[in-house]
C-alpha cells in the first residue's frame, strides 16, 4: 500500500510530474478514473495525455484524502474552477510543454498555480498594452528590451495563478491584480471593484514566483493570514 501524504499546516505540496515520461500500462491509468474521466477520455481522439494527468491528479489527491483515485469527487464551481468535494483540500494544476504541476495545500481558502516554459517569441508589448494595468504598462516601457521578456512572463503568472485562485480565470480580466514587485514574496494590489464582485478581502493574499530555469516561470498565489513554504516533490505512481 502507498504511503499517505501528510498536510503540513505551513508549507504547499508541488507535484512536478512529466506525462511523456510515465510508461505506466494504460489499463492501470485507467483504473484510477471515475466513470465520468473514462466517458470523456473515450470522446478524444488522443487520450493518452488526458488519462495520464488525470490518473496523476486523482493519486495525488487519494493520497491525502486516504481514499481510493476513482472515488475522489472532482467539483466544479459556478466559475469553473475545480474542488475535492466534502474535503476542505485546495489545489491547482497546470502545465506547458512536457511539465504537469500540481500544488495541494490544507493550510490555505484559496490556491492558484501557473506555469509558463517559453518555447518561442510572442508578441509581448501589445499583450502588456491591451492586457495589463496601467502601472504595468509604465513600468514596462521603461525598461530595456533585454528586461521586457522577464518582466512580462513574471507578472503573467502571478495573475494568472491569481484568477484561478480566485476562480474566474483570465477572463476575470488581468488589469485587475498590479503587480510591483515579483519574487518570493510579491508586491501587488488588487482593484476594489474586482474585490467586491467577487466578494472578497484585500487581507491575506500571497503572492510567489519563482523562475525555475531561464526559460520556464512559476508562481503561486494563495490566501493564507502567514506565508508558506513550497516544498516541490517528483511524482511517479509507484513512489
Known sequence: MLPIFMINSQSIDVWVYRPSECDADEAFLRSKLSSDDIIRAN????PSRFIKQRAALRQI???YCDTSPQEITLSRTKEGKPFVARSSLQFSISHSHNLWLCAVSGATTSLGIDLEIIKKPRDISSIVT??????EIALFAKLPTSQQCAFFYS???LKEAFLKAVGCGIAGGLDNLTIYETGAQSHAKISLPFLQQHQLSAASWQFYYQRLSHNSHFAACYQSESGCDLEYKNFSFAS
Open 130 to 135: 491591451r492586457y495589463f494595468a496601467e502601472d
Open 61 to 63: 489527491l487519494s493520497r
Open 155 to 157: 507578472r503573467w503568472t
Open 43 to 46: 470522446t478524444l481522439s488522443s
